[in-house]
């Protein structure tokens, strides 16, 4: 409770790396399929693994090809027009460098959750050590 | 390639659990402090730990209240206005589900990822064996 603004802790929660383009339900579940499919998905494969509409799927296709995470090609399969999507490289990196910043909001909620199991007569902040 | 829609895996990218009050940045910075902090923290100390604005925070705080995710109190503390923030047990349990949520999409990208360092001239659903 006697945590000043001043401590070295400041900004310790603040996450800055969560990437807002990236971080939104949706598109976490884009970006994790086709990292998950280094060959790329079709538009309808892609539609029922992450369980999007076509509106809504089509709308966050476009924002993240705009932005270079993926690549977005039309073509026929037979007669049929056929939409196929791929991640870029550089959208791998951008969205591995987003799940770091994941993880560490993970390891910090871990950390507090096991503490707290361990003992609730314990107080955050004591300087616990990790054993 | 060669997935259809009717795959086992539909829905399988969708994470449903991605609670979307919860899925904010600004909000995983104020959950998490509070989490870490049993006995709860002070506006102020909440501010500096997730860099936010008087304005901002205080939006944050209204919203998670309201949904019964924490406790705000206003007090005194001497003379000064002092306004204590804590976590409530649902609000707690509420969060730890989502990390578990969020704990899955980081193992999706990372077997999807180590599976693309380790070779780049295997498929993806090629059925690899974990070892």
Chains 1, 2 share one sequence.
């Not at 966050?60 to 999507?85: A, F, M, N, S």
């Not at 993880?103 to 959750?113: K, T």
């Amino acid at each position: 409770m006697g945590r000043k603004a001043t401590d070295p802790g400041s900004g310790r929660f603040a996450y800055e790396g969560l990437d807002r383009l990236l971080h939104e339900k949706a598109r976490l579940g884009i970006l994790t399929s086709l990292l998950t499919h280094a060959d790329g998905l079709g538009f309808n494969d892609l539609k029922a693994l992450c369980a999007l509409t076509d509106g809504n799927l089509s709308r966050h296709l476009q924002v993240l090809e705009e932005e270079g995470l993926l690549k977005v090609e039309k073509g026929y399969e037979g007669r049929k027009p056929k939409t196929h999507c791929r991640m870029t490289a550089s959208g791998r990196e951008r969205f591995l460098a987003y799940v770091t910043v994941l993880e560490q909001v993970i390891r910090d909620a871990s950390a507090a959750g096991k503490e707290r199991a361990g003992s609730k007569v314990r107080k955050a902040g004591e300087g616990l050590s990790p054993a």
